[in-house]
């Protein structure tokens, strides 16, 4: 069964602090995978996307890596900032189909 | 450039009430439009997709249906709400040659 799940649920960090959120999926066979950026009552927003060949991509202070190998993906955020609360959402697509696979997302609070 | 319109922002309905969500997409063509629904503290479900002009794709079985009257116009409805089709719809887009969802703001729905 395609699946992505994400750890951890919930994160708090104060600001300036580095973190790291995982992704691990199931989707099989493997397309891309993309980090959301999905604010409270508001549309995700892309982050970040890579395909098979990419291990790394930045955005800013957003880095996501990929290891297709063992189906994991991470996402760091470097100095974060008060405006980095919000849910980070992994979507993995599979190859020939339209459909993508939500992880459940973690949710990241960022106090001063 | 594209952008993708969903409205309205918030609706609150009775039960057994009708329901009309709309998206547009602009600048683009024949894209695949896609509805999610989220659920408080949970991931993304796919509800419907269409690769084109009246072709519409159900993934879950429900109080929902959906329908493409023109190629950039996705709407959701319902012709009875019931309390369980609370939540955020979200409608999004992607290009034919694109591997990208972008996303609408998304409808707050509350079913009283």
């Known amino acids: 069964k395609n699946q992505v799940e994400q750890s951890p649920q919930s994160l708090i960090i104060l600001e300036g602090k580095n973190c790291t959120l995982q992704?691990?999926?199931?989707?099989?066979?493997?397309?891309?995978l993309r980090w959301y950026k999905q604010d409270t009552g508001r549309g995700p927003v892309s982050l970040t996307i890579m395909t098979f060949s990419e291990n790394t991509k930045s955005n800013g202070r957003y880095t996501a890596t990929l290891d297709a190998d063992t189906k994991q993906s991470s996402l760091h955020i470097t100095a974060s900032q008060l405006s980095d609360s919000a849910s980070y959402i992994c979507v993995v697509k599979g190859s020939g189909t339209y459909k993508y696979i939500f992880g459940t997302g973690t949710r990241l609070k960022v106090l001063a | 450039s594209q952008t993708i319109h969903q409205w309205p922002a918030t609706l609150v309905q009775p039960v057994g009430s009708p329901l009309s969500l709309e998206c547009t997409v602009e600048?683009?063509?024949?894209?695949?439009l896609y509805w999610y629904r989220q659920a408080a503290g949970r991931g993304l479900q796919l509800l419907f997709y269409s690769v084109g002009i009246g072709q519409i794709s159900s993934e879950v079985p429900q109080n929902l249906s959906a329908s493409r009257p023109q190629d950039r116009q996705f709407i959701l409805s319902s012709k009875k709400l019931l309390l369980s089709d609370s939540g955020f719809y979200l409608c999004?887009?992607?290009?034919?040659?694109?591997?990208?969802?972008?996303f609408g703001q998304g409808t707050r729905l509350t079913v009283v």
């Open positions: 992704c691990n999926y199931t989707v099989s066979p493997f397309s891309n």
């Open positions: 600048g683009t063509s024949n894209p695949n």
């Open positions: 999004a887009w992607r290009g034919n040659e694109g591997t990208e969802a972008f």
